[in-house]
């Protein structure tokens, strides 16, 4: 079974914060000493979607990073302060197969999406490649990843450092297992616990420290 995990992390002196702002069935799980996973029924939103506005009213108490990992298809961070979301990575392992279907709906947009499969798709995803497409979409993958924001949850300039090793793109190019990119990233934050986690799971489970 592939892994699922969302829900935002906090660090643990911000519970206050948490219960100031909580809405209807959210809960808290502790992870470690360190860090409190804040879970609620609208947890992932890392793709395209705008984030609930009980997050941003959070984030004027206290930072919050939006943390979602669905293993077989991406995973990803969101950072929130002061109402505004700071920083955004979302690392697609078909993120080649995404480029393909963009370019398609933006040519044909009156055609079925499985119209692309087929010789279409095969002279698209060559376009993609020998024009330079896909390099330039990896150049821009990071742009809004701001690793410094990270600072806000007292990590190092020594783990800012080796966050900004690993987060960009020549690394990403030459990354020789992608899928542990996200093994790395958690353990130099210190995020190992967050892992099976999410709303449902945790709420079934009664893992949890407080529901609201």
């Known amino acids: 079974m592939s892994e699922f995990t969302s829900g935002h992390l906090l660090l643990a002196g911000h519970k206050e914060a948490i219960r100031k702002n909580a809405v209807p069935r959210s809960l808290i799980k502790v992870l470690d000493e360190k860090w409190i996973a804040y879970l609620t029924r609208n947890d992932s939103y890392l793709e395209y979607q705008e984030a609930p506005d009980y997050i941003y009213q959070l984030s004027y108490d206290a930072p919050v990073l939006n943390f979602c990992n669905l293993s077989d298809h991406f995973w990803g961070y969101r950072i929130f302060n002061g109402g505004q979301e700071v920083a955004y990575l979302r690392i697609s392992y078909e993120f080649l197969e995404e480029i393909i279907i963009e370019i398609f709906k933006e040519r044909y947009p009156?055609?079925?999406?499985?119209?692309?499969?087929?010789?279409?798709?095969?002279?698209?995803?060559?376009?993609?490649?020998e024009n330079g497409i896909f390099d330039e979409a990896i150049e821009h993958l990071f742009d809004e990843s701001n690793?410094?924001?990270?600072?806000?949850?007292?990590?190092?300039?020594?783990?800012?450092?080796?966050?900004?090793?690993?987060?960009?793109?020549?690394?990403?190019?030459?990354?020789?297992?992608?899928?542990?990119?996200?093994?790395?990233?958690?353990?130099?934050?210190?995020?190992?616990?967050?892992?099976?986690?999410?709303?449902?799971?945790?709420?079934?489970?009664?893992?949890y420290e407080e529901i609201f």
């Open 110 to 129: 009156e055609k079925e999406i499985l119209e692309l499969y087929g010789d279409m798709h095969e002279e698209i995803s060559k376009e993609v490649i």
């Open 147 to 207: 690793v410094s924001a990270f600072k806000l949850f007292d990590i190092s300039e020594k783990q800012i450092d080796k966050l900004k090793s690993i987060l960009n793109p020549s690394y990403f190019r030459e990354h020789k297992k992608i899928y542990q990119l996200v093994e790395e990233f958690k353990e130099i934050i210190g995020i190992n616990e967050m892992s099976w986690i999410r709303h449902e799971r945790v709420e079934e489970d009664e893992g």
